[in-house]
Nanobody
Framework: QVQLVESGGGLVQAGKSLRLSCEVS????????MGWFRQARGKEREFVAY????????YYADSVSGRFTISRDNTKNLLFLQMNSLKPEDTATYYC?????????????????????WGEGTQVTVSS
């Protein structure tokens, strides 16, 4: 059974950086497109970043573009989210997710229904 496990969250001051990791464990058949989402308390879950199967193409939400970088190491079944210049509004639980198919439009990439496997999340808190 394939599982996604996030790590790397924590408490950090505004302006600092954090790197989240997502380990894909279990029996997998090839690599899948992957994404990061986040959910702040009292708000809906929202898209953050997406990468294709080999990491050669990425897409970001406007709110994080230029500050966050998604990457992957398929040899180690790892997905990363490097978060720089963090802001208090980045405070949320961050989830990695596996896309069921390659996604080619902004609408599809941001649609949670396109992702068939989710991790439990890791909390990121940014203090001002």
């Amino acid at each position: 059974q394939v599982q996604l496990v996030e790590s790397g969250g924590g408490l950090v001051q505004a302006g600092k950086s954090l790197r989240l990791s997502c380990e894909v464990s279990g029996r997998t058949s090839g690599s899948y497109p992957m994404g990061w989402f986040r959910q702040a308390r009292g708000k809906e879950r929202e898209f953050v970043a997406y990468t294709n199967r080999i990491g050669g193409w990425t897409y970001y939400a406007d709110s994080v573009s230029g500050r966050f970088t998604i990457s992957r190491d398929n040899t180690k079944n790892l997905l990363f989210l490097q978060m720089n210049s963090l802001k208090p509004e980045d405070t949320a639980t961050y989830y990695c997710a596996r896309a069921a198919r390659s996604l080619g439009t902004a609408q599809a990439i941001a649609d949670m229904k396109e992702y068939d496997l989710w991790g439990e999340g890791t909390q990121v808190t940014v203090s001002s």
